[in-house]
């Protein structure tokens, strides 16, 4: 009896579309002797339909994208400074309204360092770590206004928003994922400045972590933090953490670890209510856009984390197999896009 | 004629205590041959002072430390989880407090790779860079509380604020030193997501740039400058940011050239009208405090930055030097915290 994922395919802007179109190559590959057959429904989502059409995110492409099981998004936004987005904000009308309105509270990202991925560290060690951020509160609820604008008495506000409800659901899901993984959980928050926000969040790591026994929690505040990931990145296991810290320590991580044409990241909704999205951490990069110089890895490690939460774990982790195959081999000659995906497909052919 | 400059020393907890000891010395030798005459006002103040008084910071203290030209600082903060110190809050009570009621709207925060320095990346290049850090707004001004604390339906909020006023005058003082610099500046913030609280701030570099045609200007978000310091990290020449991306990118800084032991800081008033403060990025460290551990270069690089606000450049660049020279000579031998302290006064002595 053959299986049928339902999935949406947001390739977006920029390099988006290149190494979306390698992933899905990746994607039939890896199941293409499973029973499990892929129904995939393209949108066209970001700043280009943005620029034809006057839509970021209608309620009908909502609606539709709801009715999926799963999403693949590659990457979205326009030219920066370009005057006709102006007015757009492709970043919080799509991608954050997105996570938002399909209740992403899980945003996963790992962080591996594959053997031959270069790297800007003398000595990383072994590094190999997931960053459990949340999805739908803190700093990104945009909660903000101006008063007086454009004058020079203006006064900018913006409001971190973080409920206990929204904490605790993605603390119990880093615990989990700490209890599979090398059971230490690192808690990363400014507790000392941000003393409101940093103290729920505290106590709810401090109520949980007594339901997980065999985990060792520790805390960091974000500034140290910064500092362990390039000088101690082999300390970390699970991390959890808010919204706009999660943003910018996976980035670094990133960066640590090969850079961010590696890093791939799942936005979970682990009730299941609605459809999770899976796509790399970089952006639409237009700068380099439609000139076969990306690296599909990190949308094709998005495939290996979409596998495995659709259940498909053998095929997975062949997939995570073949990226590792393919790094560790690499040379110094550059490769196209298609040839990094057209090289992960012959070994998963193989 | 001599000049008599009244200098407020808060040595503060931990390590604190024996950084400044060395930072002392190295003040009275680079000073020794001047006209300059320190007279030195200790304070005993941070987890210590609490724990003996209760006190954090009196308003007496505020007023005396008020009167003095300049302020040293150590490091203040207790053994981290302490329990007589739960409802304490150093950090917030007595360092967030001096830099809020002195006005330190500069918070000043040099980083630089000296020949010899041990650092974190393979290949980080030529780095010599200014942080320019709100110190007086943004995430930092506890504008927070929470409702049903304790409870699953806790609620808990932190709101930054910005204004035009607090914005404009450090973006002003960003400009002057990158005219004295390189000629670069880099704004760095969150404006796709934190679209108030950036906007103010991209609107006013925005026109501040229009009276300094020969900056050249750009613009990162967080995420994205975190990468560049560990990629990049000698693209930076000013880099202008708010109180919290502020905190954490010094951090990272600091690691990236030589460490967190190295990193000076100067919480500067420009205005002159509270005295300015000089601290190293560093914390107490109680781990290590009163083991002779720790390493006073950034301390004593603090003064080399306090002696140039007070107008004493060649004071300053002499100590500078003496730094620099001492971090290229130094092997692998550990040596004590006075040690290091008198390499660096024999060296002024030379
Ligand atoms: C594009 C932007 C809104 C987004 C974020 O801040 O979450 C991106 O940086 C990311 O990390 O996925
Ligand atoms: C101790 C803490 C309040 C402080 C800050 O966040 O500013 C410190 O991290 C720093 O950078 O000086």
């Known amino acids: 009896m053959s299986r049928e994922v339902k999935l949406a395919v947001i390739p977006g802007d920029g390099i988006g579309v290149e190494v979306v179109a390698e992933a899905m190559k990746v994607l039939d590959a890896a199941t293409a002797d499973s029973d499990v057959r892929f129904e995939k429904t393209p949108f066209s989502l970001g700043a280009a339909r943005y620029l034809e059409t006057g839509d970021t995110l209608t309620d009908a492409d909502l609606d539709a994208i709801k009715a999926h099981d799963a999403i693949v998004l590659g990457a979205v936004g326009g030219v920066p400074g370009d005057p006709r987005l102006k007015d757009a904000n492709i970043e919080r009308g799509l991608l954050l309204k997105l996570r938002f309105e399909l209740d992403h509270y899980v945003n996963l990202r790992p962080s591996k360092l594959y053997a031959g991925a270069p790297g800007p560290l003398a000595n990383p060690g072994e590094v190999d770590f997931v960053v459990v951020?949340?999805?739908?509160?803190?700093?990104?609820?945009?909660?903000?206004?101006?008063?007086?604008?454009?004058?020079?008495?203006?006064?900018?506000?913006?409001?971190?928003?973080?409920?206990?409800?929204?904490?605790?659901?993605?603390?119990?899901?880093?615990?989990?994922?700490?209890?599979?993984?090398?059971?230490?959980?690192?808690?990363?928050?400014?507790?000392?400045?941000?003393?409101?926000?940093?103290?729920?969040?505290?106590?709810?790591?401090?109520?949980?972590?007594?339901?997980?026994?065999?985990?060792?929690?520790?805390?960091?505040?974000?500034?140290?933090?910064?500092?362990?990931?390039?000088?101690n990145p082999d300390r970390f296991d699970v991390i959890v953490t808010d919204n706009l810290f999660g943003d910018i320590l996976t980035d670094l991580a990133g960066a640590v670890t090969g850079g961010i044409g590696l890093a791939a990241s799942g936005n979970i909704n682990p009730d299941g209510a609605f459809p999770s999205m899976f796509e790399p951490v970089h952006g639409s990069a237009p700068d380099i856009a439609g000139q076969q110089k990306a690296d599909p890895t990190a949308a094709i490690l998005s495939i290996a984390m979409l596998l495995d939460h659709l259940g498909l774990h053998t095929e997975s982790t062949r997939v995570t197999r073949a990226v590792e195959d393919d790094i560790a081999d690499r040379g110094e000659a550059a490769r196209t896009t298609a040839q990094v995906g057209d090289a992960i497909v012959t070994r998963l052919q193989a």
Chains 1, 2 share one sequence.
């Open 133 to 231: 951020r949340e999805g739908t509160e803190g700093p990104y609820v945009g909660n903000g206004g101006a008063i007086r604008k454009g004058t020079p008495h203006e006064v900018a506000n913006e409001t971190s928003v973080n409920t206990a409800f929204g904490v605790e659901r993605v603390v119990r899901y880093a615990f989990a994922l700490a209890e599979r993984r090398r059971k230490k959980l690192t808690l990363v928050h400014k507790t000392n400045v941000l003393v409101h926000a940093g103290g729920i969040w505290q106590r709810i790591v401090r109520e949980v972590a007594e339901e997980h026994p065999e985990v060792a929690v520790d805390y960091l505040h974000v500034d140290a933090a910064t500092i362990f990931l390039v000088t």
